[in-house]
């Protein structure tokens, strides 16, 4: 036993020897892994336990005798791990604000800290500072210091903006947790965000005292692009520019998800990189008309210098989101790179700027947009650092097998982009896009070589009124973009529906990537077996039975017609998320439709089978009374009952009471039948901060 265990200690050494120069890009691995433990662990006695075990990994490691590079890396990835969840716990902690328990209608006094306008919504949502708030009765209610309130864009008043003083009547609820286990956990967001509440404003909204100006230069700047370019081009614009995605329509917006282009509306490493390298290229070409100076200074240096500020400024000007913090770090990095005659792009430039981020925002880790931006970028860059892409798509002395080759080299990279993006768009989104890679073929270059330089010089030209031509052509550059993305959104198989997947799938898929694309050595394809098992877990993955909201009045029920709508008039945001979650790209049809369920105005019944076996639910479909007598009588003849109101002791099913009781215990659920599973939203003893009660929201004494 101690000659295998020699040999493979021997052999395991010589690998990690000859990776040597990879190790330092598994720094953020490290770091994420930590943070994302602390996400997943779920109270405080197992974050400690996780720190223990990590730190006796790490001490371990440190003592062993003979240990050599393999065991110091044990000990990095130990003590890397002890930082990551540190990081996250103490950012967690540091954020803390009070949230709002249960909903509350108020008339609040506040003042505004930020107004986003939702052109394409007919909606503005205001970030507010409640300094006033009582209830219907006129007895003071303790709100949350900070509150999101969405307006209606004909509700809202002149003199609305940051510093106004403003006093309105709003039904304000608790940050939403996920609709149902998989689901997008709004809940965690604004607790990082520090929002304690949000909520629908009503009319009339009384100014108390005006803003010193409406808008700031984001949304001043925004506004003027959508009016002077128009139409659905107007809203891409906005976003190019600003990052402000608000006057984008739903369609629109849809049909960039569906043909893999909605990268291109947020702003991230394709947009830091078009104004720096338009930036540096004005720069460098006006300075070089001045012989002296050209003479005399290094205009790379300078062109630099200026791609740097409007690489920081065009970061704040468009609200410093993940992939823009990301993008403009990896830029000045570059920059200085360049400056001193290094390589430029490697990966470890994309390891220190994923290190940079989640030092200050780990939070960001969980997020879709760090992934898609993070995995994207390392996808390229491993790619193109491999031997067999400069052997086949490197510069050729022929122009016409150059531009072949250039073209090729694309392709091939826009499909391994895909491939990369795939399983985060399927955990996150639920979608796969089928054609992404070629329809960006186009539209990267068009985006980057025509829209984008077009947009600038108008906006450098408006302020002397001669960006007219501009703002046309810039239009008709961006209406071909938008046609593009209508016609590939609306071709057979544009996208794939996926059910939720398992986080285990989904971490196998992540896990094979990062070892294919960071390692060099042949060790490396250990990752595609990975890759696969991840991949193809979550494809296969079977989409739940039923699924219940967490407040118990929405609920998605399978028949034999497929998933059906408990509710009809549920709101779109619900249709849409609830078939998105079965896997359904089709809109979910009305329960009371089906011929398998008998539906009232306030409950219906309806049965499938399952296992072998039939299985009986009911469920309440009106905020109107049911007899309790009535109630208790339909619980014992049913396997599963629903409702959105607590039901008596005595309503007793043969083996699922979904009440309300129940459902403030665990959120939303998802059941399947076959065999007989529950996954809840809520796990008992969950000790992470957004899932703590909170005493705000009840009447001061």
Same mark, same amino acid.
Request: aromatic share 6%.
């Given at each position: 036993?101690?000659?295998?265990?020699?040999?493979?200690?021997?052999?395991?050494?010589?690998?990690?020897?000859?990776?040597?120069?990879?190790?330092?890009?598994?720094?953020?691995?490290?770091?994420?892994?930590?943070?994302?433990?602390?996400?997943?662990?779920?109270?405080?006695?197992?974050?400690?336990?996780?720190?223990?075990?990590?730190?006796?990994?790490?001490?371990?490691?440190?003592?062993?005798?003979?240990?050599?590079?393999?065991?110091?890396?044990?000990?990095?990835?130990?003590?890397?791990?002890?930082?990551?969840?540190?990081?996250?716990?103490?950012?967690?902690?540091?954020?803390?604000?009070?949230?709002?328990?249960?909903?509350?209608?108020?008339?609040?006094?506040?003042?505004?800290?930020?107004?986003?306008? =939702?052109?394409?919504?007919?909606?503005?949502?205001?970030? @507010?500072?409640?300094?006033?708030?009582?209830?219907?009765?006129?007895?003071?209610?303790?709100?949350?210091?900070?509150?999101?309130?969405?307006?209606?864009?004909?509700?809202?008043?002149?003199?609305?903006?940051?510093?106004?003083?403003?006093?309105?009547?709003?039904?304000?609820?608790?940050?939403?947790?996920?609709?149902?286990?998989?689901?997008?956990?709004?809940?965690?967001?604004?607790?990082?965000?520090?929002?304690?509440?949000?909520?629908?404003?009503?009319?009339?909204?009384?100014?108390?005292?005006?803003?010193?100006?409406?808008?700031?230069?984001?949304?001043?700047?925004?506004?003027?692009?959508?009016?002077?370019?128009?139409?659905?081009?107007?809203?891409?614009?906005?976003?190019?520019?600003?990052?402000?995605?608000?006057?984008?329509?739903?369609?629109?917006?849809?049909?960039?998800?569906?043909?893999?282009?909605?990268?291109?509306?947020?702003?991230?490493?394709?947009?830091?990189?078009?104004?720096?390298?338009?930036?540096?290229?004005?720069?460098?070409?006006?300075?070089?008309?001045?012989?002296?100076?050209?003479?005399?200074?290094?205009?790379?240096?300078?062109?630099?210098?200026?791609?740097?500020?409007?690489?920081?400024?065009?970061?704040?000007?468009?609200?410093?989101?993940?992939?823009?913090?990301?993008?403009?770090?990896?830029?000045?990095?570059?920059?200085?790179?360049?400056?001193?005659?290094?390589?430029?792009?490697?990966?470890?430039?994309?390891?220190?700027?994923?290190? =940079?981020?989640?030092?200050?925002?780990?939070?960001?880790?969980?997020?879709?947009?760090?992934?898609?931006?993070?995995?994207?970028?390392?996808?390229?860059?491993? =790619?193109?650092?491999?031997?067999?892409?400069?052997?086949?798509?490197?510069?050729?002395?022929?122009?016409?097998?150059?531009?072949?080759?250039?073209?090729?080299?694309?392709?091939?990279?826009?499909?391994?982009?895909?491939?990369?993006?795939?399983?985060?768009?399927?955990?996150?989104?639920?979608?796969?896009?089928?054609?992404?890679?070629?329809?960006?073929?186009?539209?990267?270059?068009?985006?980057?070589?025509?829209?984008?330089?077009?947009?600038?010089?108008?906006?450098?030209?408006?302020?002397?009124?001669?960006?007219?031509?501009?703002?046309?052509?810039?239009?008709?550059?961006?209406?071909?973009?938008?046609?593009?993305?209508?016609?590939?959104?609306?071709?057979?198989?544009?996208?794939?529906?996926?059910?939720?997947?398992?986080?285990?799938?989904?971490?196998?898929?992540?896990?094979?990537?990062?070892?294919?694309?960071?390692?060099?050595?042949?060790?490396?394809?250990?990752?595609?077996?990975?890759?696969?098992?991840?991949?193809?877990?979550?494809?296969?993955?079977?989409?739940?039975?039923?699924?219940?909201?967490?407040?118990?009045?929405?609920?998605?029920?399978?028949?034999?017609?497929?998933?059906?709508?408990?509710?009809?008039?549920?709101?779109?945001?619900?249709?849409?998320?609830?078939?998105?979650?079965?896997?359904?790209?089709?809109?979910?049809?009305? @329960?009371?439709?089906?011929?398998?369920?008998?539906?009232?105005?306030?409950?219906?019944?309806?049965?499938?089978?399952?296992?072998?076996?039939?299985?009986?639910?009911?469920?309440?479909?009106?905020?109107?009374?049911?007899?309790?007598?009535?109630?208790?009588?339909?619980?014992?003849?049913?396997?599963?009952?629903?409702?959105?109101?607590?039901?008596?002791?005595?309503?007793?099913?043969?083996?699922?009471?979904?009440?309300?009781?129940?459902?403030?215990?665990?959120?939303?659920?998802?059941?399947?039948?076959?065999?007989?599973?529950?996954?809840?939203?809520?796990?008992?003893?969950?000790?992470?901060?957004?899932?703590?009660?909170?005493?705000?929201?009840?009447?001061?004494?």
């Amino acid at each position: 036993m101690s000659l295998y265990w020699r040999t493979g200690r021997d052999r395991a050494e010589r690998w990690a020897e000859a990776e040597r120069t990879q190790i330092p890009l598994w720094t953020p691995v490290g770091l994420g892994l930590g943070i994302a433990a602390w996400f997943m662990l779920p109270d405080a006695r197992a974050w400690t336990a996780f720190l223990c075990l990590s730190a006796a990994m790490a001490v371990t490691a440190a003592t062993v005798t003979d240990g050599g590079r393999l065991a110091r890396m044990v000990g990095g990835l130990a003590l890397l791990l002890m930082a990551g969840l540190s990081l996250a716990w103490l950012r967690a902690e540091s954020v803390a604000l009070p949230v709002l328990v249960r909903p509350v209608v108020a008339d609040v006094a506040g003042r505004v800290e930020g107004v986003d306008r =939702l052109a394409a919504r007919r909606m503005v949502r205001v970030r @507010l500072r409640p300094l006033a708030a009582r209830d219907g009765r006129g007895r003071a209610v303790v709100l949350p210091p900070r509150i999101r309130i969405s307006l209606a864009d004909t509700d809202v008043p002149g003199g609305l903006g940051p510093g106004a003083l403003i006093r309105l009547r709003a039904r304000l609820m608790p940050p939403a947790g996920p609709i149902a286990p998989g689901g997008y956990d709004f809940a965690r967001a604004a607790w990082f965000q520090g929002i304690g509440a949000t909520g629908r404003g009503f009319a009339p909204v009384t100014v108390l005292r005006a803003a010193d100006r409406s808008d700031g230069l984001r949304q001043r700047l925004s506004r003027r692009i959508s009016e002077r370019v128009g139409g659905g081009a107007g809203g891409i614009a906005a976003a190019l520019a600003t990052g402000d995605v608000g006057a984008i329509g739903q369609a629109d917006a849809e049909a960039m998800r569906r043909a893999g282009l909605a990268h291109l509306l947020s702003v991230s490493g394709l947009h830091i990189t078009a104004v720096v390298g338009i930036v540096m290229t004005m720069t460098i070409r006006l300075l070089a008309l001045w012989p002296w100076l050209a003479l005399r200074a290094r205009l790379p240096l300078v062109g630099a210098l200026a791609g740097a500020l409007a690489a920081l400024g065009y970061t704040v000007l468009t609200g410093a989101e993940v992939p823009t913090i990301r993008s403009c770090v990896a830029a000045m990095l570059v920059l200085v790179a360049l400056a001193m005659g290094r390589q430029a792009v490697t990966l470890r430039l994309v390891a220190a700027g994923a290190v =940079l981020v989640l030092l200050f925002r780990p939070e960001a880790l969980m997020g879709a947009s760090f992934q898609l931006s993070f995995a994207a970028i390392t996808a390229i860059i491993a =790619l193109h650092e491999h031997p067999a892409m400069r052997r086949w798509f490197g510069p050729h002395p022929d122009w016409r097998w150059s531009a072949l080759r250039s073209g090729g080299g694309l392709l091939v990279t826009g499909l391994v982009v895909e491939a990369a993006l795939m399983p985060i768009a399927i955990h996150h989104f639920h979608k796969a896009g089928l054609y992404g890679a070629f329809v960006n073929i186009v539209a990267i270059p068009w985006t980057t070589f025509v829209a984008m330089p077009i947009e600038i010089l108008a906006l450098l030209l408006e302020p002397l009124g001669l960006a007219g031509p501009f703002w046309r052509l810039l239009g008709w550059a961006l209406g071909l973009l938008l046609s593009l993305a209508h016609h590939v959104a609306g071709l057979p198989g544009s996208a794939m529906a996926v059910p939720v997947s398992s986080d285990r799938a989904f971490g196998l898929a992540i896990a094979g990537g990062l070892w294919l694309a960071l390692w060099r050595t042949r060790g490396r394809w250990l990752g595609v077996p990975l890759i696969l098992l991840g991949v193809g877990g979550m494809l296969v993955a079977r989409a739940p039975d039923m699924i219940v909201t967490g407040d118990g009045r929405h609920a998605a029920i399978r028949t034999d017609a497929g998933m059906a709508l408990l509710r009809e008039r549920a709101g779109d945001y619900m249709r849409t998320t609830l078939a998105e979650m079965s896997g359904l790209q089709a809109d979910l049809a009305a @329960l009371s439709d089906q011929p398998v369920a008998r539906c009232g105005a306030d409950v219906c019944l309806t049965r499938m089978t399952m296992g072998g076996r039939s299985w009986r639910i009911a469920a309440t479909r009106s905020g109107y009374t049911v007899p309790w007598r009535s109630l208790v009588a339909l619980c014992g003849t049913v396997d599963v009952m629903i409702a959105d109101r607590r039901l008596p002791d005595a309503c007793q099913p043969y083996w699922l009471k979904l009440d309300a009781a129940t459902l403030r215990k665990t959120g939303g659920v998802s059941v399947w039948f076959d065999p007989a599973r529950v996954e809840t939203v809520n796990s008992p003893g969950d000790g992470h901060p957004w899932r703590r009660p909170s005493a705000e929201g009840r009447p001061s004494r």
